[in-house]
């Protein structure tokens, strides 16, 4: 398989449009990374955190 990237031509400059695309598909990228660790990792983690506070203070 031929590697595409070797065909850009170094002096060429791509339109602001295809600029604009590409920095607004990684920025919704980088938010649903950001959602899923927060409603994956982050909230159960808080949660687990909360109960085990509550049991220690229902065993005191």
Do not use: C, G
Not at 13 to 32: C, F, N, Y
Not at 45 to 53: A, D, F, T, V, W
């Amino acid at each position: 398989m031929e590697n595409p990237f070797k065909k850009v031509i170094h002096n060429e400059k791509l339109p602001e449009v295809i600029k604009d695309k590409v920095m607004s598909d990684v920025a919704m990228i980088k938010l649903t990374l950001d959602l899923a660790d927060l409603f994956a990792v982050k909230y159960p983690e808080s949660l687990e955190e909360l109960l085990m506070i509550a049991r220690r203070n229902k065993n005191n």
